[in-house]
Structures are given as C-alpha cells and as structure tokens.
C-alpha cells in the first residue's frame, strides 16, 4: 500500500515571499503524483501533476515542482506568494493502474501575511 | 476549473437519518470516485464507477453507504442511517481513468 507524508502542517509566509511546501510518498512501484490546493469552502483544485519524463514540472499559479526518485518526494515551490496563495495543500499519489483511488497527505495550511 | 457538480452544497441530518448527495461529473470522465474528507482532513477512498459499474468500494461502504451511477442521470451516494461520525465534506471526482481527478466543491454533511 501507499503513503503520503507532509511533515508541515502549517506554514506562515510573507506576501512575496518564496513558499517551499514538501510531500513524502512511500510506494515501490510506479506512483502518479500531485498536489491540490483547497481553498475555503471549496473542493480541490489541481495545481501540479507528475507522471514519468522530465523530474521538474511546471503547474498552475506559479507553481512548479521537482520529483525525486531517490529521496521518495515531491516537493513544490513557488518564487513569490500572493496573500490569495493561502489555502490548504494537500499532496496526493495514485498507482500505476487503471481508475486507482487517490491516497492523500493531511495537507499544509498555507498563511501569507500582507 | 472543474465541471463537475455536487449538490446540495450542505446537509444537516438527524442521527439515523437518510442523507442523500448527487454529483455530475465532467462529460467525457468514465470514471467517478466518491471521498470522505473529515475535520481533521483525513481523506477516505469510498467507491468509484466505471460508467454504471462499480470498480471498487471500501467495507464500509458495503455497509451502511449504497452508491450508484445510471446512465443519463447524476451518480448518488446515499447513507442509510446517518451517524454522527458520518459529518464530513463528501467529495465527488472524475477521471479519464489514468489521467487526474477533477474534484467537485463537495456536499458538506452535518449529522446532529
């Protein structure tokens, strides 16, 4: 079975400001890989997805995020945070099958201060 | 931004109650999963569908919680008998299959 780690619970930034934001997975095999952001009252919004190829991956907002098969992460980052940028992030890992459920981390909330 | 509705957007329930959630997912995604986000955002797989039929589904869900997508209508999750452990954000995705989900606002459930 897989898992997913994001040590930070929270994380406080200053409006621009970089935001490094960190997700552990633990499978053996080939994992699908992402991050969604939640805003408040809302549902989960896609902002990066990694596959296979090219270890860096750009993804919405701003964001992009480096994959490393060594070290069983997926670590996103963005160069310069906006006070909208505060939400809940939640890093997320599927297997390599067909319709497979996600297994989710318990998110980062993310706080950006004017 | 995703297409796919959830409606209603919030249920209030008595303990035993039937509490009933409908989702549309985007068109042209076979595939349809349901979620169980609670407070502490711990998210639980509860059951997806290819089309009409079920994939896979958790125990619990075999239980007290039935699920259905027919053809040409919304898919629903229903619980039989509303426990207070029950309240969560119930959320409806769905996929191309290998690709990403697309993650409706989701039905918030308040059991009292």
């Known amino acids: 079975a897989q898992s997913v780690t994001q040590p930070d619970a929270r994380v406080t930034v200053s409006q621009g400001a970089s935001l490094q934001l960190r997700c552990k997975y633990s499978?053996?095999?080939?994992?699908?890989l992402f991050w969604y952001v939640q805003y408040p009252r809302q549902g989960l919004q896609l902002l990066l997805k990694?596959?296979?190829?090219?270890?860096v991956v750009q993804g919405v907002n701003g964001f992009e995020a480096e994959f490393s098969k060594s070290n069983s992460s997926f670590h996103p980052r963005k160069a310069s945070v906006h006070w909208s940028d505060s939400a809940v992030y939640f890093c997320?890992?599927?297997?390599?099958?067909?319709?497979?459920?996600?297994?989710f981390g318990l998110g980062t909330r993310v706080s950006v201060f004017p | 931004n995703s297409k796919v509705i959830q409606t209603p957007r919030y249920l209030v329930k008595g303990q035993g109650q039937k509490a009933k959630m409908r989702c549309i997912p985007e068109k042209g995604h076979p595939v349809v999963f349901w979620y169980q986000q609670n407070k502490n955002n711990e998210f639980k797989f509860l059951i997806n569908f290819q089309n009409q039929e079920v994939l896979q589904q958790i125990d619990m869900t075999e239980k007290r919680f039935s699920a259905e997508c027919p053809s040409n209508s919304p898919c629903s999750l229903e619980i039989q008998s509303s426990e207070a452990g029950d309240s969560a954000l119930y959320l409806c995705?769905?996929?191309?299959?290998?690709?990403?989900?697309?993650f409706g606002p989701g039905t918030r459930l308040t059991v009292l």
């Open positions: 997320a890992v599927s297997v390599d099958n067909y319709a497979q459920g996600l297994t």
């Open positions: 995705a769905s996929s191309q299959g290998y690709a990403e989900q697309f």
């Open positions: 499978y053996s095999g080939t994992p699908y």
């Open positions: 990694y596959y296979s190829g090219d270890p």
